[in-house]
């Protein structure tokens, strides 16, 4: 038997040995523990969370090689036109940015009533309305917002996320599945309304120049935008594709009671020990200074 070996089996004996002269300490401080994570789990706030799933409809916009190479070599005017330089990708995390926007945000939460039930201790119960100067700002909005939800995409996939958390379900269910026919209706008319801004100016230009083939290339940037204005016209599911709608969350997913009571037992433990570690070496100390 080797000197470590022993050495370790003496510490495994006298950590036996101090458990067993300190475990009515040990126990207690497991039980006190495990009683306050028991108590804390059952009384702790509940937190209910659902989800939509859904794919962007933002398509990259396409145009021929002639056409690409030639609105390029125009460089402002393509900008000015707004034709589809930008692909797919970045039209839909302009559409992620627009959805989780804090005007956006501020405006669908005021308009379905939900906005007050994010605040219930700023209403009067009496009339309704918001008490005396405890109306929430913007920022606070945001902040709230972003503690409820998030937005995710799998790169793999394309699969973007809603998640809502709220300790009532109903608001966590009618604020996911209502935002999203809100912000495709609101992306699809600024969408509509660009578009035929776009042709208007692309019809004066047009008007302006005599050379045949440039006029073949403004005929082309029309009919694209004519298409864009009509897309948004009949596609109500215009930004976002709901794939898998929220459903009523009926179980919370917060507070985790088993685990909380696991770590809290943990914890107790390990305190116990802790506190039989430190009496100990100050008995062993009190007992070297009385020789």
């Known amino acids: 038997m ?23 300490l040990i126990l207690s401080t497991v039980l006190i523990f495990a009683v306050i994570s028991f108590f804390y789990g059952m009384t702790a706030q509940k937190i209910y969370q659902t989800q939509v799933i859904m794919v962007s409809n933002s398509e990259q916009s396409s145009t021929s090689s002639a056409l690409s190479s030639f609105t390029q070599s125009l460089g402002g ?12 990708e970045k039209k839909t995390n ?16 005021a308009e379905t009533g939900l906005i007050k039930r994010l605040f219930p201790d700023n209403v009067d119960k009496d009339t309704g309305d918001w008490k005396e100067g405890e109306k929430p700002s913007l920022e606070t909005i945001k902040k709230e917002t972003n503690k409820r939800s998030s937005i995710s995409k799998n790169k793999t996939t ?3 996320t809603l998640t809502v958390e709220h300790p009532d379900p109903d608001v966590a269910f009618k604020w996911a599945n209502g935002i999203i026919p809100k912000i495709n209706d609101k992306i699809r008319k600024e969408d509509s309304k660009e578009g035929e801004m776009n042709i208007v ?25 004519t298409q864009k204005v009509m897309l948004a016209n009949i596609r109500l599911d215009y930004a976002f594709k709901v794939i898998d709608p929220a459903i009523f969350p009926e179980s919370p ?39």
């Open 2 to 24: 080797t000197i470590e070996h022993q050495i370790d089996q003496r510490g495994i004996l006298k950590l036996l040995e101090l458990f067993d002269q300190y475990k009515k």
């Open 77 to 88: 005017l393509a900008g000015l036109s707004g034709v589809g330089l930008s692909g797919s």
């Open 94 to 109: 302009i559409a992620i940015a627009k959805l989780n926007s804090k005007k956006f945000i501020e405006s669908y939460l």
């Open 158 to 160: 394309g699969l973007i």
């Open 201 to 225: 100016f692309l019809q004066k230009k047009l008007n302006e120049i005599n050379l045949q083939n440039i006029r073949k290339v403004f005929f082309a940037l029309i009919e694209q935008e």
């Open 253 to 291: 997913i917060k507070p985790r009671k088993f685990r909380i009571l696991l770590i809290g037992t943990f914890m107790g433990l390990a305190f116990g020990i802790f506190l039989a570690l430190f009496l100990n070496f100050l008995r062993e100390e009190r007992a070297l200074n009385s020789r």
